[in-house]
Structure formats: C-alpha cells, structure tokens
C-alpha cells in the first residue's frame, strides 16, 4: 500500500477505510453470482436475495462517492485508483450479473439467451470511455441493466419485448445525451436526491416482495421516477450544450 506519508495515521486509515468500504461491493456480488448460480438449475426461481445483494451494492456506490470526497482519498493515497475499483464493482453490479440474470430468471425468448451478452459488451465499451463521465454527467446510457432487470421481471413481459429492451437500451449506451449524475448534477439536486432515496426504498420493497398484491401498482407509480429522471436529463443535455 503506497500512501502519502505527509497525512497522519487517522487520515490514511480513514482513507483506506474508505476503498475497503468501496471495495465491499466485491463480496457483495460474490454472494448475488451464488444467488445465480443456485438459481439457474431451479424448477422455481426466487431472485429476491440476489436483488437484495444488488441493491446493497447501489447503496455502497451512491455513499462511497461523498466519503471518497470528504477524506480527499486521491491525496491521501495518490497511487491507488479508488475510480477504478468503483467502476469494476459498477460493471458487475450494473451490467455483467443483470445481464447473466436475464437468462437464469428466463426473460429471454429460448434460443435467443445470447441477447444478454449485448448490454455486457455496449457497457464495456461504455466503462472504457474516458468521456463516459463529466464533472456533472453519464454521457449515453448510464447502464442501469440491474434497474431494467427489475422492472422486466417485475412486469412479467413478453420474452420478445424484453430483447427488444435490451438492444435498444444497448444501442442508447452510444448516443451521447447527457444523463443526469445525481449527486453531481446542479440542477434539480435535492429533489433528484430526494425522490431517488423514496424511489429506492420502494425497489427494495418491491425486491423483497415481488409477488404481494401491491407490488403491481407499487411498480407502476415508482416509473415515475424513471420518467422523471429521462426528461430531467434532456433538459440537462440542452443546457450543456447550449453553455458550449
């Protein structure tokens, strides 16, 4: 471990302290791969627990940011990349285990499973690009394959339509319109922060409990924060580009 040594041992270990937090989202998707795993050969699938694991994982990455920032880890220790662990447990917990889910909860038509290898590969092009990210933005779709998993499942669509999702939403990773970054993007912050925290409670909810009889209308009056989010994001994109 390379560290600034400069920094007392308080703030170096508050720093580390931080990545290993970070860092956590790595057993975390251990346990949602096991989850999969258990799940795959299953005549009745149960995708609670992995949700579950997901969404604690989402709690991790939406905190992890604000500490990283209060602790000034880049200074702290300047020769280890918190980024880039961040963004390896983000394409496992975002993209590459949603995307195995697709096929373990069978959500794709038989025949067509390889469908699920399409959000893998247009997020790994995603990932790696160094203009992916801006001081305030996603630039093209931000990879939320845990979030459309969800909300397929939860709806219960037809097969096709679910593959026709995924293609679409894949081919959106490579149209640059800027995302609202929510804990970066001024405009609107606290009420994004705001409906964002009601918005995962009732998908933890709903993860937990998918079959009870208010999940469906829960369901629907939650796409209301999707929604949301897309139009805000467009008149985000606007202003960027009209400030440039």
């Known amino acids: 471990m390379t560290t600034d040594s400069s920094y007392s041992i308080l703030r170096r270990s508050a720093a580390w302290g931080v990545h290993f937090y970070t860092a956590l989202g790595l057993p975390l998707m251990f346990l949602a791969a096991m989850e999969l795993m258990t799940n795959y050969q299953a005549v009745t699938k149960d995708p609670r627990w992995f949700f ?3 969404w604690i994982a989402v709690i991790v990455d939406s905190t992890d940011g604000f500490l990283a920032r209060t602790v000034k880890v880049s200074l702290v220790t ?3 990349s918190g980024r880039r ?3 390896l447990v983000d ?4 993209a590459f285990l949603p995307s195995l889910a697709f096929v373990v909860f069978d959500l794709l038509p038989i025949g067509y499973e390889a469908v699920a290898i399409i959000p893998i590969m247009a997020s790994g092009y995603g990932f790696c690009q160094e203009k992916a990210k801006t001081t305030d933005s996603f630039v093209g779709f931000p990879s939320y394959w845990n979030v459309v998993l969800l909300y397929l499942y939860l709806f219960q669509t037809a097969l096709w339509i679910n593959a026709v999702v ?3 939403l894949a081919v959106m990773v490579f149209v640059p319109i800027h995302y609202l970054y929510p804990s970066k993007t001024k405009l609107l912050m606290p009420l994004t922060l705001s409906l964002g925290a009601l918005w995962g409670v009732s998908l933890v909810a709903l993860s937990l409990y998918p079959h009870a009889d208010w999940a469906p209308p829960v369901t629907l009056i939650s796409l209301a924060y999707p929604l949301y989010y897309f139009v805000v994001s467009l008149i985000h994109h606007r202003r960027v580009h ?3």
């Open 78 to 80: 300047p020769d280890f």
């Open 91 to 94: 394409f496992l917990s975002f």
């Open 242 to 244: 009209a400030s440039s």
């Open 166 to 168: 995924l293609i679409v």
């Open 52 to 54: 579950i694991y997901i």
């Open 85 to 87: 662990l961040d963004d």
